[in-house]
């Protein structure tokens, strides 16, 4: 089945500086690879997503890029701001004929003011 | 605009006893339906999914179980609590595989 990997665990950055984090998949099948951030308490929430027919998607301060053929997708946040601190998943999933999401053990990020 | 409710919010149970989790979505037909469980600073584990009434699917192997008895009614039950069941129980729907999956508030349980 399909093993979704994610680095860093933890990561802390300066505000105003970007932030980058990756995540690699095993099942070629996969073809849509959400992003959730998740505040303390409270329940995850999609911010991008992008399938494997495209490299790269941005949307303001958040873009994702995807290699398929090495498997790993990168979420990148450019000028980071306090309220970015959160944790970060990403995830893998197929949206043909398989329904299973599989998430990846998250990246809790702190933005110091 | 959709909704999905779940409850309780917070529960504590004793070792041993049965646990039964609710979740419920409205403002959508044959939604697909997710369990997941959130240990304390962890990620999130896929449980069970359902793709229609009566469908369950399992991803671990574990004592709890999951029952669609309605299309937008998903229920976690256990007949006997471990220690191990302790963490945060988030329900998820989405319109179809390979989309958008929406959580619901989440429960917190606490076995003591």
């Known amino acids: 089945g399909e093993n979704v990997e994610q680095h860093p665990s933890t990561l802390s950055v300066q505000e105003g500086d970007s932030a980058v984090i990756k995540c690699t998949y095993s099942?070629?099948?996969?073809?849509?690879f959400p992003w959730y951030k998740q505040e303390l308490g409270k329940r995850p929430q999609l911010i991008i997503d992008?399938?494997?027919?495209?490299g790269e998607k941005k949307d303001q301060r958040i873009a994702v890029t995807l290699n398929k053929t090495a498997k790993h997708f990168s979420l990148h946040i450019t000028e980071t701001q306090p309220e970015d601190s959160a944790v970060y998943f990403c995830?893998?999933?197929?949206?043909?004929?398989?329904?299973?999401?599989?998430f990846g053990a998250g990246t809790r990020l702190f933005v110091k003011a | 605009s959709q909704t999905i409710h779940q409850w309780p919010a917070t529960l504590v149970q004793p070792v041993g006893s049965p646990l039964s989790l609710e979740c419920t979505v409205e403002g959508t037909s044959n939604p697909n339906l997710y369990w997941y469980r959130q240990a304390a600073g962890r990620g999130l584990q896929l449980l069970f999914y359902?793709?229609?009434?009566?469908?369950i699917s399992s991803e671990v192997p574990q004592n709890l179980s999951a029952s669609r008895p309605q299309d937008r009614q998903f229920i976690l039950s256990s007949k006997k609590l471990l220690l191990s069941d302790s963490g945060f129980y988030l329900c998820?729907?989405?319109?179809?595989?390979?989309?958008?999956?929406?959580f619901g508030p989440g429960t917190r349980l606490t076995v003591l």
């Open positions: 995830a893998a999933s197929e949206n043909t004929g398989g329904f299973k999401t599989i």
């Open positions: 359902s793709v229609g009434i009566g469908q």
């Open positions: 998820a729907w989405s319109q179809t595989s390979g989309n958008e999956q929406f």
């Open positions: 099942d070629s099948a996969s073809n849509y």
């Open positions: 992008i399938r494997s027919n495209v």
